[in-house]
């Protein structure tokens, strides 16, 4: 990749993983500038965080009630 290519962005992690970011050719006007009208932004956020509470056990639904949505 060129060091100078106006449709790509590379980014090094972290973690050491390297990403690449590359925006095709277009016309749209909120993207005439490429890459160089992008900034890095720290991350607000690293790992995974709380898990989720889980969800209630409940019994199956009947055999009758299942077969009314349906519409038998």
Do not use: C, F, Y
Not at 9 to 25: F, H, I, N, V, Y
Not at 49 to 58: S, V
């Amino acid at each position: 990749m060129q060091a100078n290519d106006p449709t790509k962005l590379e980014a090094t992690l972290a973690d050491g993983r390297r990403m690449t970011l590359s925006l095709p050719a277009t016309d749209a006007a909120w993207a005439a500038d490429g890459i160089k009208g992008l900034r890095a932004v720290p991350p607000t956020h690293t790992g995974r965080g709380e898990e989720p509470p889980a969800l209630p056990e409940q019994p199956p639904l009947s055999l009758d009630v299942a077969v009314l949505g349906l519409g038998l």
